[in-house]
């Protein structure tokens, strides 16, 4: 096969790409080594920035956002006996958008699908192979067992932290940037209506807990737990007695509504950044160049940054032989990867339990300055709800 983009993954990241590129008139085929169906029910992350509202809106992908989204306006942060809103909107005049991932993922296959996009599901031994040369090529072996060969001009990795594109980059020129967290998160998916209008961030002796939602009759909710936690000694009643506590059920009347618990899992905690995100023509983009713990929100919302600077670049490459975009795309990307990192880490650092005293009384007056401070609260929304794709 022979195509001008040779797209390594079928997530979010994966298929905003080839929707930037196509409509742009470049080519491009997308090889994916799980199912269709197992790429568009993965539960991921579940708050778009504004900014990544207004791309999906620029290119006609936006609609079902704003039909079956919700808007929020920020976020409540919470330690005992104590709850604050902070107003984005007022704040720094943006707001965030909760829509999941999986539905997000649907979109953009279909869109894809409109547009005859071609793609390979379920495809395994996957290389990436020449990509110092002006002929990158990817191998793999089909749904069927057939090695096949995609050549390509140019080749993007989108297929996460475990996928063979970030190390098909040299050690030589690899520099890679790693913060391992000592707690994890146990994330629950309920059946049931959400007991909050906006997202709780709750600081806690006992841990962390976050309420989030996927609907209007799904609730979202996440606890610190230990890095090495099993999800076997963690019963429906204990995680539901635990979100109780730390998310301040009967604080001011205020209710935990409990539900049947459709899923659960224990999520690692990690930041991880790889430069640099482009070598000879291989490219990288989202999860396969960086990760970020979700306290954040930023893992989606930084991919769909990454492809939004690469489209164009790749486009002036690849139609107008101009490569100026394209060798300063690593350099442009990781601007925000470090911006987002750092805010990630920020926010994690400040409402997970580390053991330490010391680091408890700072957490409270952090919160206390940033739920206070007209300039301290200002800074968190920026970042929340997402500086301007470029930054």
Known sequence: MRTQVAIVGAGPAGLLLSQLLGVEGVDSVVVERRSRAYVEARI?????ESSTVDLLDAVGL??????????????????PHERHHLDFVDLVGRSVWVYGQTDLTRDLGAARDAHGQQFAY?????????????????TYRDSAGVDQRLDADVVVGCDGSF??????????????????YPYAWLGVLADVAPSTDELIYAWHPDGFA??????????????????????????????WDALAARLGHGQDGWELQRGPIAEKSV???????????????????????????????????????????????????LRKNDPRLADAYSETAL?????????SWWMTTMLHQSGDPFDAALQQSQLRWVTTS???????????AGLPIGF
Request: aromatic share 6%; with cysteine.
């Open 122 to 138: 379920e495809i395994s031994d996957t290389a990436v192979h020449d990509i110092e040369t002006e002929h990158p090529y990817v």
């Open 374 to 384: 007209g300039a301290g609260a200002a800074g968190l929304a920026e970042n929340y």
């Open 44 to 48: 991921r992350a579940g708050i778009l």
């Open 335 to 343: 601007r925000r990867v470090w911006r987002c990192t750092h805010f």
């Open 210 to 239: 976050l309420h989030s939602m996927r609907s209007a009759t799904v609730s979202r909710l996440y606890l610190q737990v230990d890095a090495g936690a099993s999800i076997d000694d963690w019963s429906d009643a204990r995680i």
């Open 163 to 180: 996928g063979p594109c970030r190390s098909a980059v040299p050690e030589r020129v690899r520099r890679t940037w790693e913060r391992v």
């Open 267 to 317: 999520l690692p905690m990690r930041s991880h950044v790889s430069e640099p995100m482009r070598h000879g023509r291989l490219f990288l983009a989202g999860d396969a160049a960086h990760i970020v713990p979700p306290t954040g929100a930023k893992g989606l919302n930084l991919a769909v940054a990454d492809v939004a600077l690469l489209a164009p670049a790749l486009v002036a490459m």
């Open 62 to 79: 936006g609609n079902r956002v704003h039909a079956a989204g919700d808007e929020h306006r920020g976020i409540y942060l919470q330690w």
